[in-house]
């Protein structure tokens, strides 16, 4: 299960404030300090039989590593997101004839299967994005906060990214979920309900 918030950034010159908020520094695990350059491929069938069910399959080169994502079941009030999510690490050899046997033996695969089994997975849209991210440990919750800016590309167009994610890794959701309303007051930063997919699916058309 991931649970995040998600922001838009309404003040383009608090990007390069935010993550080095004087009041974060003092829960700041150093370790825990991330520059990840990210090129992600969303993935469905040509029917789009994976968008019907509401489900996301994309893989993502995570700097030199490639994650295989599946999302599913969400919801998202107030920026909350919260959905179903499992990663699966992979190499190039997939992404040159990617299917849902990848996740055989989850919990989602039997939908997965009557969904796309033995369909061809093509290349809905890509993204490109670097992300900044710093662990937060407030004693009641450990979290992770990420600055995403990039472009989302499609056939129909493109948008950018200039987003901030607080996504839950342990502990109290309530807690998280103060450590993001302090950022938004601070920041100016905007609730945000879609996600990047959505974002993609709407100047596709499809959303």
């Not at 849209?125 to 995403?148: P, Y």
């Not at 309303?181 to 990047?196: F, H, R, T």
């Amino acid at each position: 299960m991931e649970i995040e918030l998600k922001y838009y950034l309404g003040d383009n010159l608090a990007k390069d404030r935010i993550l080095d908020d004087k009041h974060l520094a003092e829960m700041r695990n150093p370790e825990g300090d991330e520059t990840l350059q990210m090129r992600a491929i969303y993935l469905d069938t040509a029917e789009g039989d994976l968008r019907a069910r509401k489900i996301a399959l994309r893989a993502r080169f995570e700097n030199d590593n490639i994650i295989v994502t599946l999302k599913w079941k969400g919801s998202a009030v107030d920026g909350l997101h919260m959905r179903g999510e499992l990663n699966v690490p992979a190499d190039e050899a997939y992404l040159a004839e990617p299917t849902v046997e990848i996740f055989r033996g989850s919990e989602i695969f039997d939908e997965l299967e009557a969904a796309a089994g033995g369909k061809k997975l093509i290349n809905v849209m890509e993204m490109d994005f670097l992300r900044r991210s710093i662990q937060i440990d407030t004693g009641a919750s450990i979290s992770v906060i990420s600055l995403d800016e990039g472009v989302i590309r499609t056939s129909c167009g493109d948008a950018d990214i200039l987003e901030v994610e607080v996504e839950l890794y342990s502990g109290e959701q309530r807690d998280m979920i103060a450590l993001g309303e302090e950022l938004a007051s601070k920041y100016n930063l905007v609730p945000c309900d879609k996600s990047k997919y959505q974002r993609g699916l709407e100047l596709l058309g499809l959303e």
